[in-house]
């Protein structure tokens, strides 16, 4: 099993910034994408920004420019820097990851959330 615990959420005013982090831990895994998603009252889950192996780095339209993921070298903790907040990036953020458990299953892997509110 993979374990995620996220850090870094809290209340800012807009055009802030935050910077989230995911460190993963457990036995016997092997990770492969990491993400972030987000989920604000009333709405759907939504990916907010990937890093896959091999660099490549994939964000959605309403944060370009302004969040950038990026992962450690050790390939089991993820960022999320978040520049020029604004309301509506107010949401629970969710780290993610698609992980090789025991070297047989690949499993989708879910943290627990941390709450970013952009307030003034």
């Known amino acids: 099993q993979v374990q995620l615990v996220e850090t870094g959420g809290g209340l800012v005013q807009p055009g802030g910034s935050l910077r989230l982090s995911c460190v993963a831990s457990?036995?016997?895994?092997?990770?492969?994408?990491m993400a972030w998603y987000r989920q604000a009252p009333g709405k759907e889950r939504e990916l907010v920004a990937t890093?896959?192996?091999?660099?490549?780095?994939n964000y959605a339209d309403s944060v370009k420019e302004r969040f950038t993921i990026s992962r450690d070298n050790t390939k089991t903790t993820v960022y999320l820097q978040m520049n020029s907040l604004k309301a509506e990036d107010t949401a629970v953020y969710f780290c993610?990851?698609?992980?090789?458990?025991?070297?047989?299953?690949?499993?989708?892997?879910w943290g627990q959330g941390t709450q970013v509110t952009v307030s003034s």
């Open positions: 890093t896959r192996v091999g660099g490549i780095k």
């Open positions: 993610y990851v698609f992980a090789l458990i025991n070297g047989r299953t690949w499993k989708d892997c």
């Open positions: 457990g036995s016997s895994f092997k990770i492969n994408d």
